[in-house]
């Protein structure tokens, strides 16, 4: 009979079918296995003299170095049955590529100033010349070359020895990859779901019928769109520039040491996809005030049971039906609201353009019994925005001994005092930059309509706000790719050493963040807003429910280890570590996630201690 008697009612673990394919085919589940190969060969050929010559002016010799780079990378991918066959996702065939770099490099050393009365007075000289060659061989097919000139200039002054002063500036240079440049030919258009901003405002007409119902009303989410990645072989690379000043200040006879420095970054020509939603939103700016316009009274997005602040609606219709609001507000209205969305998608958006994809991509309607039914995105690869990094640090450090202490002074071993705080200035994004047009094409903020993004070249600084999620109002995407960015982080530490001992408290203290739409004003002023939303001042976004969380509190955590080492225990070094992470048991800021807290700045796991020990030879 079945099951046996004895039968445990499992699968025991050493039977010979567990954790195979034959045991997982059984379940519904195929153990996939993907395949990469990795080649690379590399040739380094580096001469350098630290004495070329001297100086004719304080006889101090001058380092040179001189070298050449050749790479070459070879990657083969062989994906498992099921994406050849394009079966559960998006079908990816084998891909071979290769990339080859050619550079020659050159440093010079130049100790310009040796004076025993002005001090001494460094320059380094660096530039290197590199030729990188992207290739697509099968699956991705293509050829892009990137040429660049790297430069370094270094320099530093010291008047005397506790005081030091140094700049510095370089560049930096990143390929786009071979997916961005020439996509892949078996990556075919896949039905996906993508938010409609027609369906949402006006979610009655029948061409919405087929979208997906969200909580308490209709969501804009129209399904069986097909969406395609247009991959743009025009991409250039993404270059940054980085500039620091900084001081170095020595006392105590070198036991303390005090730095403080400048540095900001500029990245420009970020190579990222634009979302199906967002080229298809990039049409929505004014849609809602020109509804209203057309139809004096109707109200936009009227099954919203939570408006946002300033929102015409109440959140009352959102109880009705589809027939039910067909009812309520007349054949008029619906016939004037229908018209007035057959204006805007044909003539109306972007400022009398008409509906059009980001960078002439594919967005296309056309099926239902208006010709309002979404049936094709496109989302294009694009070489967009800047972001720039600023930033203060100044940390300390200093070694004291026990004998040093005040008043309690004594043979306590030695101790080590760290301390560095971070303060950022900006870190800020232009997300969109304008494709270019004629100025004739041109709107009065000199951006494109026909083919950019609305929100193009508006910059928003996201210092002091969390940034990366929880804002879902208007354009929170203009700032959505930034971390969040408290505007203070402290790291501190204290170690001891005495003998065979060592023990360290170290912490870390980041400063408290609002949750608010960082880039509310900037948008408003750029006239992307609806009337009812520019009335909504910045700091009020997020106060749109009674449990919204509009801030994550500053939060600092400790920790403590403690190492004995003893040599020769048994001819092994034994060493045991006991250690206490979050010696405090603190507790991040629960927040609207998935998660509950924020892991860039927080950790959940509260206090653990463990003990190792470990000999060796």
Request: with cysteine.
């Amino acid at each position: 009979h079945f099951p046996a008697d004895n039968d445990p009612g499992w699968t025991p673990a050493d039977h010979e079918d567990v954790n195979t394919e034959l045991e997982n085919r059984f379940a519904g589940v195929i153990l996939n296995q993907n395949q990469q190969d990795l080649k690379m060969q590399i040739i380094d050929v580096i001469a350098s003299n630290g004495n070329v010559f001297d100086l004719p002016w304080n006889d101090a010799p001058v380092g040179l170095a001189v070298g050449a780079h050749f790479r070459t990378e070879f990657e083969e991918w062989r994906p498992n049955s099921l994406n050849q066959l394009g079966i559960g996702g998006g079908k990816r065939a084998l891909r071979t590529s290769e990339q080859e770099t050619e550079a020659f490099f050159a440093e010079i050393s130049l100790p310009l100033l040796e004076d025993d009365n002005l001090g001494t007075l460094d320059l380094q000289l660096a530039a290197r010349a590199a030729e990188i060659t992207t290739r697509g061989i099968i699956g991705q097919q293509g050829e892009a070359s990137f040429d660049t000139v790297i430069p370094k200039v270094a320099i530093r002054y010291s008047p005397f020895d506790m005081l030091a002063i140094r700049a510095s500036l370089t560049e930096g240079f990143v390929t786009p990859g071979l997916f961005t440049l020439f996509g892949d030919d078996s990556n075919l258009a896949q039905l996906e779901t993508v938010y409609d901003y027609v369906c949402d405002n006006v979610p009655e007409i029948e061409d919405c019928e087929s979208q997906v119902s969200g909580t308490g009303g209709f969501s804009g989410q129209m399904p069986n769109v097909a969406v395609t990645s247009v991959a743009n072989s025009e991409l250039g690379a993404e270059t940054s520039d980085l500039y620091n000043v900084g001081v170095s200040i020595r006392l105590l006879e070198g036991d303390m040491v005090f730095d403080m420095d400048y540095t900001t970054v500029d990245f420009n020509g970020r190579v990222e996809q634009i979302g199906a939603a967002s080229n298809l939103s990039a049409n929505a700016v004014g849609f809602q005030d020109y509804l209203i316009a057309q139809c004096p009274n109707t109200i936009p997005d009227w099954d919203n049971p939570s408006p946002g602040p300033g929102a015409l609606s109440d959140g009352s219709l959102s109880t009705l039906t589809l027939d039910e609001y067909r009812a309520a507000v007349g054949q008029a209205e619906l016939d004037c609201r229908l018209q007035a969305t057959l204006n805007w998608v044909a003539n109306d958006a972007k400022g009398g353009v008409g509906e059009t994809g980001l960078g002439d991509t594919r967005l296309i309607r056309g099926e239902g019994p208006n010709g309002l039914t979404l049936s094709q995105v496109d989302e294009p690869w694009v070489e967009q925005g800047e972001t720039t990094v600023e930033t203060m640090i100044y940390s300390l450090r200093y070694n004291f001994d026990g004998e040093q202490i005040p008043v309690i002074g004594g043979d306590y071993g030695s101790f080590t005092v760290n301390v560095s705080v971070t303060h950022m200035l900006e870190n800020s994004i232009q997300r969109y930059t304008s494709f270019g047009c004629d100025t004739a094409q041109q709107n009065e903020r000199g951006i494109c309509p026909a083919t950019d993004n609305p929100a193009a070249n508006i910059r928003v600084d996201g210092v002091g706000n969390r940034n990366s999620g929880g804002i879902f109002e208007p354009f929170a995407d203009t700032f959505s790719t930034l971390p969040p960015t408290p505007e203070y982080r402290v790291s501190m530490g204290l170690r001891w050493f005495s003998g065979n001992h060592t023990a360290q408290l170290t912490g870390n203290w980041h400063d408290s963040v609002t949750v608010v739409h960082a880039g509310w004003e900037e948008v408003k002023a750029a006239g992307l807003l609806s009337e009812a939303d520019s009335l909504v001042a910045e700091e009020d976004r997020c106060e749109r429910s009674p449990s919204y969380i509009c801030g994550i509190a500053s939060r600092a955590y400790w920790n403590l280890a403690y190492t004995y080492n003893q040599p020769d225990v048994f001819g092994f070094n034994a060493n045991v570590n006991v250690s206490i992470r979050n010696l405090f048991d603190t507790r991040p800021t629960p927040i609207q996630s998935v998660s509950g807290y924020d892991g860039y700045l927080d950790n959940i796991m509260g206090r653990v201690g463990y003990v190792r020990l470990s000999l060796s030879m």
